[in-house]
């Protein structure tokens, strides 16, 4: 019986038009089965053919009693009557042979049993009884295959359509589904007393699914055989009846029912909204719509919801569904599609496992349902797994439970895991028990053991069991123990245990700083040259100063590096101020410096005062102390040697300026680069001759480079503030600072000229030669009027050494020499040329002695002789003896010319030859050597000879060792012209 929306819905095309039977009786029961239709009333029934249009009476039959109700297959008729069911064949005449088969009563006639309902599939007869019994009867072998024992009787029973599972509702009108083949019965849930029938789904894609009604509603439900929470029959929802409907077929989700008026109507299920059109409906709609095909187990058409849906909670509930019924493939697709690879393979690993509880176990462990997992794994054939499980998942209460059945030898090393759980969460207790329980004691696990050991160290401290903690971890290897059960006894107070273990550890510092803390000082001092810490050498100290134990503190402030402690013990206590006063030389401690600095203070030794002030930056008290007890140059002193600030060197300056100390005013304005006042101080010195304040004036003048400057200092010079004009030296001093050198030369000149004048000529070659190597540094051309009047003054200083040593001849042709130019010494013209007479005459040069013998006989000399020689010159003059030898002579170094050896131009070159500076000869090549100091040229061997009575240069007057004189080898360089021709 199909109805004609079913038949639009499907596409069939066929139409069965209603066949009219017309029958004899008014019956109270009817049946129909594949090919037959059945009738009666009372005892008996008639039997019909139905045929392709028609219906032809076949027969009909008494029955033993009134038949309540009857049911046919294709070949069997079962009527029941008063407590039994008889069964026999529709049409008996083609199995004449097998005549035990064509019909049999139920039950046996020994069985006191009363059969209350029944129903007939095509394979068998089935039916309850008031004793609870459901029988099945195989009609193929023509006897019993099962029976199920209900604890009541079974009021109804209702097969599906092939008989694998049946619905029966018992006398208290409780239903269940029965399945034969594993003779489970579940219970329907929210089963109502109402109900009055069910109907199996007769759509072959839909096994399990049936509704219960009454009068007014339908009630939808599901067997789900196969979960991983074993069968179940879930109420899947509800649907209202219209007034009196009596449901008749069910074939997807759509109800047939018969009408008041006899005629049939289609309603729809409620549970099957997944089968109208999806695209009308809203988002919560579609949701619920999933929901529904995921309770009945659609999963095409929950997988086409989720690709409308297109959010991952619904393709995972898709997926959760597919673990649930345990549909793999189906959620491996799933999980592809959305791209969960990690369940994607772990579905891949259990793929092809056969034990159905350890899949299922699998699954629940997937889905999170770890209990059922449990369960399912305990009832495998791989138990472990449970415990594997609860150990992966650190559940370890189940896990050391399931241990203690499965893998009692896993016990110690789950125990110390759960002790680690434990003593995290803080339950020491229970972490305690555990590790106890975790050790071993076999030498193969021995870090497992030595790490439970550890645990109960630890918990046994924080229970309070200290005596006991202390000793394990004593006893342990473990120095990180000791530690740590050391910080817990620290937190816990327990400072001399907590120092104790530190210390068996080695760890010093924290050993010692715990001391500390309990004022254990002697095992604090103990412990301190293993101490590294600077904190802990700091509170030691500071114990020990408090204790009046300075040398102790001393030393421990020392290891901490505070040396400002240290200096102040130093200081205050030890009565050292020496050690004080090194370190604060030593550290530049600033503090310190100051605290020395007050301890001179007190002492009333302003000057270290002064001087440690400013060491410790504090050069405005420093400053201050100066001017409060006059001590100003000695501040002046330390600060011009210091990296001072020009601020300070103004503050002294403007100090000494307000004392009308000029010159020191002068010389720290100087310093702070105010060149205008320092002048004005250095001038304003009231010791108008005072030489330091001069050259400081130059000194400031050549930093100036100011013209106003230089002015204003060579006025002064001159004299024209003062009318007093001041030595030539100055001016020479103050061109060479301001670097004027061609000035300086000719200052020079004039300065040697008025010494030379003034007779004081060994001051004159002084000056000269200071010049002369002054200009040669620079590289200036030296000017022959200089270059001449040193050779003629340096000449004239070396008469009086050859003298000196006896050799008259040389001092006779030196004062030759200086007699030749006698007009340069005009303050002793008649001595000198009496010298030179006198050695001449002594050198037995007579020619010479009576040349210059005769110039002295000139009236303006003549009187002048010193008496002691005036007659023997005068004799000499009166007989002239001219017997005099040649001078001997050398060549020349440029063109080797001979020429006499005192004779300084040569004939040959017309070159002005360089002299010798120890004997005033001209110098020779391959007799060379020079002054180690002025590098003016000498002869080597009368340099040696004349070093042999006199030590120091004759022009340079710096002492020369006879040693470092070196023969020049190569005389090329001295040859080159460096005074102006
Ligand atoms: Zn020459
Ligand atoms: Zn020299």
Redesign the pocket.
């Known amino acids: 019986m199909v109805s004609s929306s079913q038949q639009k819905r499907y596409g069939l095309s066929w139409q069965e038009l209603p066949i009219t039977v017309s029958v004899e009786v008014e019956p109270n029961f009817v049946a129909i089965g594949h090919y037959h239709l059945a009738v009666g009333m009372n005892n008996r029934a008639w039997f019909y053919v139905l045929g392709e249009s028609s219906v032809k009476k076949l027969k009909d039959m008494e029955y033993l009693g009134t038949v309540a109700s009857m049911c046919l297959n294709s070949d069997y008729a079962a009527a029941r009557f008063e407590g039994k069911v008889q069964l026999h064949m529709i049409e008996s005449e083609r199995s004449n042979t097998q005549e035990e088969r064509e019909t049999r009563l139920f039950p046996d006639t020994d069985d006191k049993n009363k059969i209350l309902c029944h129903a007939l599939t095509n394979d068998f007869l089935i039916y309850g009884t008031d004793t609870g019994a459901i029988q099945y009867f195989y009609i193929e072998d023509w006897q019993f295959v099962n029976e199920y024992r209900h604890s009541v009787s079974v009021r109804n029973i209702f097969p599906d359509p092939n008989g694998s599972r049946l619905v029966f509702i018992d006398d208290k009108s409780d239903g269940f589904v029965y399945c034969p083949v594993t003779d489970n019965a579940f219970e329907i849930p929210n089963f109502q007393p109402t109900i009055k029938g069910i109907l199996w789904e007769n759509w072959p894609m839909d096994k399990g699914v049936f509704v219960a009604y009454d009068d007014d509603k339908i009630y939808t439900y599901i067997f789900h055989k196969d979960t991983i929470q074993g069968s179940k029959v879930i109420l899947a929802g509800g649907t209202k009846v219209p007034y009196s409907h009596k449901p008749l077929l069910l074939y997807n989700g759509e109800l047939t029912c018969q009408t008041q008026s006899g005629k049939t109507n289609s309603i729809f299920l409620s549970t099957h909204g997944f089968l109208g059109p999806l695209n009308d409906l809203e988002r919560n709609e579609l949701k619920q719509v999933l929901i529904q095909t995921l309770i009945l187990k659609r999963f095409s058409e929950a997988w086409e919801l989720c690709k409308l849906l297109n959010d991952h909670s619904s393709w995972n509930e898709l997926a959760r569904a597919c673990l649930h019924h345990m549909e793999l493939e189906f959620a491996t697709r799933v999980y592809r599609t959305i791209r969960n690879v990690g369940m994607v393979m772990s579905l891949e690993q259990i793929k092809g496992i056969e034990d159905h509880n350890l899949l299922a176990g699998h699954l629940a462990m997937y889905t999170n349902n770890f209990n059922l997992a449990q369960d399912l794994y305990l009832a495998s054939s791989c138990p472990i797994a449970a415990l594997e499980m609860r150990r992966d998942l650190q559940h370890w209460d189940n896990a050391l439970q399931l241990a203690k059945r499965l893998a009692p030898d896993t016990i110690p090393l789950l125990s110390k895991e759960y002790a680690v759980q434990l003593e995290f969460t803080g339950d020491y207790v229970n972490a305690l028990a555990h590790y106890e329980k975790g050790i071993t004691g076999d030498s193969k696990f021995q870090e497992h053991d030595e790490a439970c050991l550890a645990g109960v160290a630890q918990m046994s401290i924080r229970m309070g069991d200290i005596r006991r903690g202390v000793n394990q971890a004593i006893k342990h290897p473990s120095r990180m123990l000791k530690r740590d059960c050391g910080a817990i006894l620290e937190s816990m107070k327990q400072f001399s245990e907590a120092a104790q273990l530190y210390e068996k550890g080695q760890y010093y510092d924290k050993a010692a700083s715990v001391y500390i803390r309990c004022k254990n000082w002697a095992k604090v001092g103990e412990l301190l040259p293993h101490v590294s810490s600077q904190k802990i050498h700091l509170q030691y100290a500071k114990a020990k100063e408090a204790d009046g134990r300075y040398k102790e503190a001393v030393l421990a402030y020392a290891n901490a590096r505070q040396w400002d402690s240290v200096i102040r013990l130093y200081l205050d206590h030890l009565n050292n101020p020496e050690k004080a006063v090194s370190i604060v030389r030593e550290t530049q401690s600033l503090e310190g410096a100051k605290m020395v600095a007050r301890f001179f203070l007190q002492l009333g030794d302003y000057g270290s005062a002064i001087q440690f002030l400013v060491m410790s930056k504090c050069n405005n008290e420093a400053f201050s102390l100066a001017q409060q007890h006059n001590k100003m140059e000695i501040y002046a002193d330390i600060i011009s040697s210091e990296d001072t600030t020009n601020e300070d060197y103004q503050s002294i300056a403007l100090y000494f300026e307000g004392e009308k100390k000029h010159f020191q005013a002068g010389r720290f304005f100087l310093l702070c680069g105010q060149y205008a006042r320092a002048l004005k101080h250095f001038l304003k010195n009231p010791n108008a001759d005072d030489t330091m304040a001069i050259e400081m004036a130059i000194e400031t003048v050549g930093q100036a480079k100011d013209e106003a400057l230089t002015n204003q200092l060579i006025n002064h010079l001159m004299g024209e503030s003062d009318g007093i004009p001041k030595e030539a030296k100055y001016l020479f001093r103050l061109y060479m600072a301001l670097k004027q050198y061609r000035e300086a030369a000719r200052t020079a000149i004039i300065i040697a000229r008025e010494e030379q004048c003034a007779g004081n000529y060994r001051n004159a070659h002084d000056v000269l030669f200071s010049m002369y190597s002054e200009l040669k540094t620079q590289k200036i051309k030296i000017p022959s009027e200089m270059a001449t009047n040193l050779m003629i003054l340096h000449s004239y200083i070396l008469v009086k050494i050859h003298v000196k040593c006896g050799d008259h001849l040389k001092g006779a042709r030196m004062l030759i020499r200086v007699a030749n130019n006698i007009s340069k010494f005009p303050s002793h013209i008649v001595p000198i040329l009496t010298s030179t007479v006198i050695e001449c005459h002594r050198a037995g040069l007579k020619k010479s002695a009576f040349g210059f013998a005769a110039m002295l006989m000139r009236p303006e000399y003549r009187n002048k002789i010193d008496l002691k020689y005036k007659k023997k010159i005068e004799a000499m003059v009166r007989r002239p003896d001219t017997a005099e030898a040649e001078e001997p002579t050398t060549p020349c170094p440029y063109c080797e010319f001979l020429l006499p050896e005192c004779e300084l131009l040569c004939p040959g070159c017309k070159n002005n030859l360089p002299y010798c500076?120890a004997t005033g000869r001209h110098m020779v090549k391959d007799d060379w050597t020079v002054?180690p100091?002025?590098d003016?040229p000498a002869l080597y061997s009368a340099f040696r000879n004349l070093l042999q009575y006199e030590s120091t240069?004759?022009?340079?007057?710096?002492k020369?060792e006879i040693m470092s004189l070196k023969k020049t080898a190569d005389c090329t360089p001295y040859l080159k012209p460096e005074v102006e021709q």
């Open positions: 500076i002054c100091h002025c003016f240069c004759p022009m340079c007057s710096e020369v």
